[in-house]
């Protein structure tokens, strides 16, 4: 250890004589390096002329000294200090720097260095096209302040980000963990895992290499239920219903654990109607409403004629949290032809007079339509044809059965000008009673 050795003081003949001057102890700077790879400690060594007891301080310029050890005499010149206790911090510009001083005053000085570790706000998140979640936080706020520093290593900042989820195995307390794979850009891209989960990002370096806790975002998935008739009237009002949920990541507990559970479901989630011609035509939107208290939806549409229908709840993003998107099961809702009216023009007649009657049904094509009878056995039977126009059409022929006959028209099915197709119909029983 270095001392100031002090030189014997001679008697020159006076007791006034000056004595000489102190003598260096440090025959070098302060040498830092990392003990090992796993960059848990620091080793710190020098170099002294006359071995004398040393005090080891961190220096920090604007910021009281911190006294990390006194080293004795007779020790070696070296201490091992933890990362921690040089308070590595998120501010990129601060510097520090290792004094060891000795009691008669000298000091060396190790090279400046920093102790950075990154921070991370909450990152930025956006769905991809393929269904995943990017993350993006600000890329690094400043330049090293002391480059190529005793500490420094030849490793950028990763980043890495860690999912916690309610699956097995548990390797964090109660909770299943997947660490993804490190980055050394601000940015990447979290596959559809399909489930929520709670997502954290760690920032490594060799100031932290188990990685910095930065926030992260909360992922949730979504399902949506359809019911709707299997068949309305042309033209008549068709009502589909459903509901939206929502499942995400709740921590509780100490140790922590990891549950799936149910989100709010308090209305004001967007919903998606979309039809399509046939099974293998596109998708197309039909209308759009909004989930009310219990994340049910309502939507009334025309029926134009057969089409398949689905509901989608689109993803969302909101502060940092991501929610996916999901999509009903298809539902097809055919389309019968609407009978208006099938009646007789006088349902009473008298013998040898013609019956007249009449149909009216939407679509209004030039369907042919059969109308039929019951017969003496109670069994429908044929009776004539009438080609509609503009779907309307009226027919006389002969009658002579005294007293009530029931009859009815059946019409054939049709296409709409979309394209759409309109499934066949009897029209109700309606009667002529001759007298």
């Known amino acids: 250890m270095l001392t100031h050795s002090l030189a014997m003081l001679g008697l020159l003949g006076s007791l006034g004589a000056t004595p000489p001057a102190p003598v260096d102890i440090f025959a070098g700077g302060v040498r830092l390096a990392w003990a090992d790879t796993t960059y848990e400690n620091i080793r710190i060594t020098w170099t002294e002329a006359t071995p004398a007891p040393n005090t080891i301080t961190f220096e920090r310029p604007g910021l009281p000294d911190r006294q990390l050890r006194i080293i004795p005499a007779d020790a070696p010149n070296e201490v091992l200090i933890d990362r921690w206790s040089l308070v590595p911090n998120g501010d990129p510009a601060a510097v520090g720097r290792i004094v060891v001083s000795e009691p008669m005053g000298d000091e060396a000085r190790s090279a400046d260095f920093d102790r950075y570790i990154r921070s991370t706000p909450s990152p930025s998140l956006a769905f991809t096209a393929d269904g995943g979640l990017r993350w993006t936080v600000p890329p690094e706020p400043g330049t090293d302040t002391t480059p190529n520093d005793p500490l420094d290593v030849d490793q950028p900042l990763r980043y890495v980000p860690e999912l916690l989820l309610d699956e097995l195995p548990h390797t964090v307390m109660d909770c299943g963990q997947i660490r993804l794979p490190a980055t050394t850009i601000p940015s990447g891209v979290i596959a559809n895992r399909n489930k929520p989960y709670s997502m954290i990002l760690r920032t490594v370096n060799e100031w932290n290499p188990g990685g910095q806790y930065n926030p992260g975002a909360e992922v949730a998935t979504t399902s949506i239920t359809l019911t709707a008739p299997a068949s309305t009237p042309y033209g008549a009002t068709t009502t589909l219903t459903g509901t939206v949920s929502s499942r995400w990541i709740y921590q509780s507990g100490r140790p922590p654990a990891c549950q799936e559970v149910d989100g709010w479901q308090g209305g004001g989630d967007q919903v998606i109607?979309?039809?399509?011609?046939?099974?293998?035509?596109?998708?197309?939107?039909?209308?759009?409403?909004?989930?009310?208290?219990?994340?049910?939806?309502?939507?009334?549409?025309?029926?134009?004629?057969?089409?398949?229908?689905?509901?989608?709840?689109?993803?969302?993003?909101?502060?940092?949290?991501?929610?996916?998107?999901?999509?009903?099961?298809?539902?097809?809702?055919?389309?019968?032809?609407?009978?208006?009216?099938?009646?007789?023009?006088?349902?009473?007649?008298?013998?040898?007079?013609?019956?007249?009657?009449?149909?009216?049904?939407?679509?209004?094509?030039?369907?042919?339509?059969?109308?039929?009878?019951?017969?003496?056995?109670?069994?429908?039977?044929?009776?004539?044809?009438k080609s509609l126009y503009a779907g309307r059409g009226l027919i006389a022929f002969n009658w002579y059965r005294r007293g009530a006959t029931q009859f009815r028209w059946w019409v054939p099915g049709s296409t709409t000008s979309t394209g759409l197709k309109v499934d066949p119909v009897y029209s109700g029983t309606f009667s002529v009673t001759i007298r």
Do not use: C, H, M
């Open 273 to 385: 109607l979309q039809a399509r011609n046939s099974s293998a035509g596109p998708w197309y939107v039909v209308g759009l409403t909004k989930t009310i208290e219990g994340g049910k939806y309502t939507f009334a549409v025309r029926n134009p004629g057969a089409r398949e229908y689905r509901t989608v709840v689109p993803a969302s993003i909101g502060g940092n949290s991501a929610r996916y998107g999901s999509t009903s099961t298809v539902k097809l809702v055919k389309s019968t032809t609407r009978v208006v009216s099938a009646k007789f023009i006088q349902p009473v007649i008298p013998y040898g007079t013609k019956p007249q009657a009449y149909l009216w049904v939407d679509p209004a094509g030039s369907q042919r339509a059969a109308l039929q009878f019951k017969n003496a056995s109670g069994a429908w039977q044929g009776l004539t044809w």
